[in-house]
């Protein structure tokens, strides 16, 4: 399982752009890139999941370079309300349903007014 | 996607007692798996439970200390074992889903709450 490596923390305020940078230099072919959000007393949601280049969904962006050794979670516009522990994980996406996740430390992100 | 229940959800014991942590989901599952997730902590994971077999435990983690079951494909307990303050801490379980086009993704229960005192 490739280990990764990510900021403790970040600070921004409301209406700007985020990017959180993931580092994942031994990912795997299989390995597919993961973020998962987590609020204080609850358990993580996934975000947005991708395997190269670039994801969007209604919630954030993931950018993956060619060489896929990084990955970049992009959050237009955080609000308040975005104010978590955001995750990044690698896993095998040939698992066939058994996928064991390991977290790493996690960026904290605040939000402020 | 999949709706996890936990059980309960949130406890206060006395050490050297036991508690059992359940787990229900609204789907059948084949893997269910168990995190610990300790004060300003990331989550670890304890151990993967699939139906019919003995639970997988994560380097650190015991049978005798944590054992779990699993009777069915939409069940699993996780019980702590004589337990101590270094205990304390939110218990979550977790099942995968695949999605749609390709990929997997995980989702949570709401957590136990565990205080030791």
């Known amino acids: 399982l490739a280990k990764t490596t990510q900021p403790i923390s970040m600070d921004?305020?409301?209406?700007?752009?985020?990017?959180i940078t993931c580092s994942h230099n031994n990912i795997a072919t299989?390995?597919?890139?993961?973020?998962?959000?987590?609020?204080?007393?609850?358990?993580?949601?996934?975000?947005?999941?991708?395997?190269k280049t670039k994801v969007t969904n209604e919630v954030a962006s993931l950018f993956i370079p060619a060489d896929r050794k990084s990955s970049t979670l992009s959050l237009p516009r955080v609000s308040l309300s975005d104010t978590a522990v955001y995750y990044c994980l690698v896993g095998d996406m040939f698992s066939g349903g058994y996928n064991k996740l390991i977290f790493g430390a996690g960026t904290r992100l605040a939000v402020h007014p | 996607s999949a709706v996890i229940s936990q059980k309960p959800s949130r406890d206060i014991c006395q050490r050297g007692t036991s508690l059992t942590i359940q787990c229900q989901v609204d789907s059948q599952v084949t893997m269910m798996f168990w995190y610990r997730q300790q004060p300003g902590q990331s989550l670890t994971l304890i151990a993967t439970a699939n139906q019919g077999s003995e639970a997988t435990y994560e380097s650190g983690f015991?049978?005798?200390?944590?054992p779990i079951s699993r009777?069915?494909?939409?069940?699993?307990?996780?019980?702590?074992?004589?337990?101590?303050?270094?205990?304390s801490s939110i218990y979550l379980c977790s099942v995968e889903s695949l999605r749609l086009f390709g990929g997997n993704e995980q989702f949570f229960g709401p957590?136990?709450?565990l205080t030791v005192l």
């Open chain 2, 62 to 66: 015991v049978i005798d200390k944590f």
């Open chain 2, 71 to 87: 009777p069915n494909l939409t069940f699993s307990t996780l019980t702590v074992s004589n337990m101590s303050p270094e205990d």
């Open chain 1, 30 to 51: 299989n390995d597919y890139i993961t973020w998962y959000q987590q609020f204080p007393s609850q358990g993580p949601r996934f975000i947005i999941q991708g395997y």
């Open chain 2, 111 to 113: 957590g136990t709450r």
């Open chain 1, 12 to 19: 921004s305020y409301e209406g700007q752009e985020v990017n």
